[in-house]
């Protein structure tokens, strides 16, 4: 007695529970809470009609093999039939999931549940399925049910207790990974939420930082009672803000753009220096221009130099910046004269501390900022990866 003939995989046919094609047509029209248990309902018989016409068929094949004349379809009805228990249960084991969602987390539960599953569920099973086989109509007699059952083979019911034990520990072990699925994906919004918010608020502290020090460029050279130089600062400046702006938008900007920007920069800054600003710009390979960093990353270093460097010597300031490719990362070098004896520049600090946060947001333990002084020189050194991790062509901030 029992089930002849069963496909022996049965976890690969509880996937079939999670069909993705199954779920976003129910998904869509059973969103409600009542319906979601219809939802389970209908995905279930679903899978055990699918199970029971492959059993049917492998059943049907032996017979016929076998040259034994039984119709298909009694074949299928005997299959379905009998494997009503088992998905009912199915139902039932995920419907609990559905109302207490974390109740299948508890390993004492979970255990507690199967020996129920055991002690209780298998024996009505295993009626269930004597009561087909006692002759006669109408409801047989308990007694003769049981008799019926202690005749069954042991085979049958290792069958069914494996069966039992199949849909129980599959059904569990969907609804326990699709919980953790869940949990993982709200996780990772909420990282991603996150690093947008810091990203915001560091672009909001560095873009009014970039202004105002632009600013004060501009208002030195207005002191200065050259309206030329200072109409030219102005323009220069407008073109500065300009790229600003668009790199708010973005995520990404190639070096070459940072580099130009950069360029733009000093040649304001040189409109107030003159000739006291030195810059020598080393390694600006095509390899090198073709990779991409967070935008506004070089400038805020070329500030700190400018402010800490030649804004404490009176006399001419060079600043050299080297690019390198090394494999998959590229190296970029500031490097100033250090000012000694003289008192230090007040500043917050905020632009070196942007720039470090912004690596970290944008690589994560794959960028590093090092900053401090070697022999008569002031470095800041940024190792990063050459191509930025999320970076695309439609993000790309091109030469403005």
């Given at each position: 007695m029992g089930r002849a003939g069963g496909p022996p995989c049965l976890p690969a046919f509880m996937a079939l529970l999670y069909c993705p094609a199954m779920n976003a047509v129910l998904r869509s029209t059973l969103s409600s809470a009542p319906m979601q248990y219809?939802?389970?309902?209908?995905?279930?018989?679903?899978?055990?009609?699918?199970?029971?016409?492959v059993g049917a068929t492998g059943s049907h094949s032996?017979?016929?093999?076998?040259?034994?004349?039984?119709?298909f379809l009694h074949l299928f009805w005997s299959w379905c039939w009998n494997h009503v228990p088992v998905c009912m249960l199915g139902m039932a084991v995920q419907a609990i999931h559905r109302r207490w969602p974390d109740c299948f987390f508890d390993g004492k539960r979970v255990a507690a549940g199967?020996?129920?599953?055991?002690?209780?569920f298998l024996p009505l099973e295993l009626m269930f399925i004597a009561v087909q086989h006692v002759p006669g109509d109408g409801i047989p007699p308990l007694r003769t049910v049981l008799e019926q059952v202690l005749a069954m083979r042991r085979f049958g019911w290792f069958t069914e207790l494996a069966w039992t034990s199949g849909t129980y520990i599959g059904v569990i072990g969907l609804c326990v990974w699709r919980r953790h699925r869940q949990r993982e994906q709200a996780w990772l919004q909420a990282e991603r939420d996150n690093l947008q918010?810091?990203?915001?608020?560091?672009?909001?502290?560095?873009?009014?930082?970039?202004?105002?020090?632009?600013?004060?460029?501009?208002?030195?050279?207005?002191?200065?009672?050259?309206?030329?130089?200072?109409?030219?600062?102005?323009?220069?400046?407008s073109d500065l803000l300009r790229y600003a702006l668009a790199a708010s938008e973005r995520e990404w900007a190639t070096l070459a753009s940072e580099l130009q920007f950069t360029r733009d920069y000093l040649a304001l800054q040189r409109l107030r220096y003159g000739d006291r600003l030195q810059v020598h710009i080393e390694g600006d390979s095509a390899a090198v221009l073709r990779a991409d960093c967070p935008?506004?990353?070089?400038?805020?270093?070329?500030?700190?130099?400018?402010?800490?460097?030649?804004?404490?010597?009176?006399?001419h300031g060079e600043i050299r910046m080297t690019f390198a490719v090394r494999g998959e990362e590229l190296a970029i070098c500031i490097v100033n004269p250090l000012v000694r004896d003289t008192p230090p520049n007040p500043g917050a600090?905020?632009?070196l501390r942007n720039v470090r946060a912004r690596l970290q947001n944008a690589y994560g333990a794959a960028a590093v900022l090092r900053t401090g002084a070697e022999g008569e020189h002031y470095m800041a050194e940024i190792r990063m990866p050459l191509y930025g991790t999320e970076a695309d062509d439609g993000e790309l901030l091109a030469t403005a």
């Open positions: 219809m939802r389970i309902a209908l995905s279930h018989a679903a899978f055990w009609l699918v199970l029971c016409l032996d017979a016929l093999r076998s040259h034994d004349d039984v119709a199967y020996v129920f599953v055991v002690l209780v918010l810091r990203l915001q608020i560091l672009r909001g502290q560095l873009e009014p930082h970039f202004m105002f020090n632009a600013l004060n460029a501009i208002s030195a050279l207005v002191r200065s009672d050259d309206r030329a130089l200072a109409v030219a600062g102005i323009r220069r400046l935008p506004l990353l070089l400038q805020p270093l070329v500030e700190n130099a400018l402010r800490h460097g030649l804004d404490r010597n009176g006399c600090g905020m632009g």
